[in-house]
């Protein structure tokens, strides 16, 4: 079946520094892959998405590249603000027949940024 | 534009009591349904989705139900709430884009 590992938090890190979360990934077909992210109390909102090899995806400066020969899915940002601290999921998506797609998601990281 | 509404926000039952959540989609037609749940510390676990109208998977064996009602509404139910069913529960709907929009969640307290 399908997986998704990303690297366990939580992960602390002083404002303007660099942020990397890895994530891997196992499918069975070519799938879509995610970044989601969860404000504290809050559901999740979809942040990147990239849905076929060597894609890019970006938003609000964070970035992720589908790498299938590593089955990866690492988000980035160049420099993190206090707003970014919430917890990231790294999810893919695949067709599971009916018409039906199901994601299948990371633990989740929780990220703090400190003044 | 399309939304997606979940309620009530928090919950707080005694165990053994019965249980209810709603969830209604506005904006689209024949969405696919999830309810997953999100336990403390611990990742999203799928529980449910719904493809149609009457039409319900469940990918975990457990003391919850769901039913599709309506095209845009996804209940989630229990008949006597346990412990473990604590948890932060959240609605989700996707279509052909394959990604999910979710509700804002809510908050279970079982006691």
């Known amino acids: 079946g399908n997986s998704v590992t990303q690297m366990e938090g939580p992960v602390t890190l002083s404002e303007e520094a660099f942020l990397t979360i890895n994530c891997t990934y196992t499918a069975t077909g070519y799938p879509s892959l995610f970044w989601y992210v969860q404000y504290p109390g809050e559901g999740l909102q979809l942040l990147l998405k990239?849905?076929?090899?060597?894609d890019k995806g970006s938003n609000k400066g964070f970035e992720a590249t589908y790498r299938k020969e590593t089955t990866s899915f690492h988000l980035e940002k160049g420099s993190v603000q206090v707003s970014d601290s919430a917890v990231y999921f790294c999810a893919l998506s695949e067709g599971s027949g009916a018409g039906s797609y199901q994601l299948t998601f990371g633990k989740g990281t929780k990220l703090s940024v400190i003044p | 534009s399309q939304t997606i509404h979940q309620w009530p926000a928090t919950l707080v039952q005694p165990v053994g009591s019965p249980l209810s959540l709603e969830c209604t989609v506005e904006g689209t037609s024949n969405p696919n349904l999830y309810w997953y749940r999100q336990a403390a510390g611990r990742g999203l676990q799928l529980l449910f989705y719904s493809v149609g109208i009457g039409q319900i998977s469940s990918e975990v064996p457990q003391n919850l139900s769901a039913s599709r009602p309506q095209d845009r509404q996804f209940i989630l139910s229990s008949k006597k709430l346990l412990l473990s069913d604590s948890g932060f529960y959240l609605c989700?709907?996707?279509?052909?884009?394959?990604?999910?929009?979710f509700g804002q969640g809510t908050r279970l307290t079982v006691v």
């Open positions: 989700a709907w996707s279509q052909d884009l394959r990604e999910a929009f």
């Open positions: 990239a849905t076929k090899a060597d």
